[in-house]
C-alpha cells in the first residue's frame, strides 16, 4: 500500500520508472531471441533427427575469411548429443550423432 501512495503522489516519476524497467525487460528479451540460422537448425533437428533443442553443449564462431564458420555440440531434451560444423553461411550444417567412445 504505501508503494501505491508514493506512486499517486509521484505519478510522473512512476512512469518512467515503469517505461525504463519495461524497456530493460524488452532488451532482455531480444538478446535472447534465436538467431536465423538457429531456427533453421532447429527445425532440421525436428525433421529430420527428431531432436527438440535443449541447450548448446559449445559453440563456437570461427571467422574464415569473409565467413563466419560455426562448430558445436548441442543437446537434445531427450538426452542426444549432436555435433553440428558449418563452414560457409551459405552452406547447410552437417550434422552428426555424437555417441560415446569406448576406449
Same mark, same amino acid.
Given at each position: 500500500?504505501?508503494?501505491? +501512495? ?8 512512476? @512512469?518512467?520508472? &515503469?517505461?525504463? *524497467? ?7 528479451a !531480444?538478446? !535472447? !531471441? ?6 533453421? *537448425?532447429?527445425? #532440421? *533437428? ?8 535443449? #541447450?548448446w ?7 574464415? @575469411?569473409?565467413?563466419? =564458420?560455426?562448430? =558445436?555440440?548441442l543437446?537434445? #531434451?531427450? =538426452? ?8 560457409? !553461411?551459405h ?7 555424437c555417441?560415446? &567412445? +569406448?576406449?
Amino acid at each position: 500500500m504505501p508503494i501505491l +501512495i508514493h506512486c499517486q503522489r509521484h505519478r510522473h516519476f512512476c @512512469g518512467m520508472i &515503469a517505461c525504463v *524497467l519495461l524497456m530493460l525487460a524488452n532488451t532482455v528479451a !531480444a538478446r !535472447a !531471441a534465436d538467431e536465423p540460422w538457429e531456427i533453421v *537448425l532447429k527445425q #532440421r *533437428l525436428v525433421d529430420e533427427r527428431q531432436c527438440h533443442f535443449d #541447450r548448446w553443449v559449445q559453440l563456437r564462431k570461427i571467422r574464415l @575469411g569473409e565467413d563466419h =564458420g560455426i562448430d =558445436g555440440r548441442l543437446r537434445c #531434451r531427450d =538426452g542426444r548429443n549432436f555435433d553440428i560444423t558449418r563452414h560457409k !553461411a551459405h552452406q547447410k550444417f552437417e550434422i552428426r550423432s555424437c555417441l560415446p &567412445a +569406448i576406449c
